[in-house]
Nanobody, 121 residues
Framework: QVQLVESGGGLVQSGGSLRLSCAAS????????MGWYRQAPGKQRELVAG???????NYADSVKGRFTISRDNGKKTVYLQMNSLKPEDTAVYYC???????????????WGQGTLVTVSS
């Protein structure tokens, strides 16, 4: 079984910064894509940023130029550096990983438990 453990959420003032981390552990797992999603109250979960195992990235238009996603393949960890935060960035942020379980050769998609980011105005 694979687990994703997130950290780094919290309360920050508008214009501030936060860095989220998400580490994968458990059963051997060849990870292809990793990403961050968020869900604000009353809204659907949306993709914030994604990164492939070769380093290609994509971002939601609302965060381009403010957020940066990166990953450390050796540590099986993905990061989200969030700068110039706005109140509308307030949401629960979820880490996501997709890949293949090495033992079973089956596709896996795993979600973290979520970490709350609150941006005050």
């Amino acid at each position: 079984q694979v687990q994703l453990v997130e950290s780094g959420g919290g309360l920050v003032q508008s214009g501030g910064s936060l860095r989220l981390s998400c580490a994968a552990s458990g059963s051997p797992f060849h990870i292809s894509d990793m990403g961050w999603y968020r869900q604000a109250p009353g809204k659907q979960r949306e993709l914030v940023a994604g990164v492939t195992n070769t380093g290609s990235t994509n971002y939601a238009d609302s965060v381009k130029g403010r957020f940066t996603i990166s990953r450390d393949n050796g540590k099986k960890t993905v990061y989200l550096q969030m700068n110039s935060l706005k109140p509308e960035d307030t949401a629960v942020y979820y880490c996501n990983a997709r890949g293949v379980a090495i033992m079973s050769d089956k596709f896996l998609e795993v979600w973290g438990q979520g970490t709350l980011v609150t941006v005050s105005s």
